[in-house]
């Protein structure tokens, strides 16, 4: 079976990139704290990008991940639970705690981070990168963002 432009079938990826918002969130805050996590996962995890883009006018564009992100959305014990299965299983992780919307830099977001212990974090997001069952696994519980 092929896509249009004569491209075979998309794939069945053995891993996994999902974000979890925390459901009470602003629209315009959801958007702003997954932009943040998955930039997380683009560094740390370089083998999830694909090349970069090239259009016909030979104009050339970062590359992308290659493959889906899922984003889904829960309550605060959700996230909580999603975060705690996240770090038994080892995946790759990032994290949104509601003090970085008060913090205006890098190092002011990881100091507010580092200020607090783990089983404390107010967590509004986070996102994980895995093995597909592991994700599935730790996403339980969530609905996929409407």
Excluded: C
Excluded at 6 to 23: Q, S
Excluded at 86 to 96: I, K, N
Excluded at 115 to 124: E, G, K, M, N, R
């Amino acid at each position: 079976m092929t896509e249009p432009l004569g491209f075979p079938a998309p794939l069945r990826f053995a891993t996994k990139i999902a974000v979890l918002l925390r459901d009470d969130l602003p629209v315009w805050q959801r958007l702003n704290v997954t932009a943040f996590l998955v930039s997380g996962i683009a560094t740390a995890v370089p083998e999830v990008l694909g090349e970069p883009y090239l259009d016909a006018g030979e104009v050339s564009y970062l590359p992308m991940f290659r493959q889906p992100v899922l984003v889904f959305a829960g309550g605060k014990e959700t996230l909580t639970g999603a975060h705690g299965r996240a770090l038994s299983r080892g995946v790759s992780l990032s994290v949104f705690t509601s003090d970085l919307f008060g913090t205006g830099h890098d190092a002011a977001n990881r100091a507010a981070v580092r200020a607090v212990p783990t089983a404390d974090l107010d967590l509004v997001g986070l996102a994980v990168y895995g093995p597909r069952v592991a994700v599935d696994k730790i996403m339980k519980g969530a609905a996929m963002h409407p």
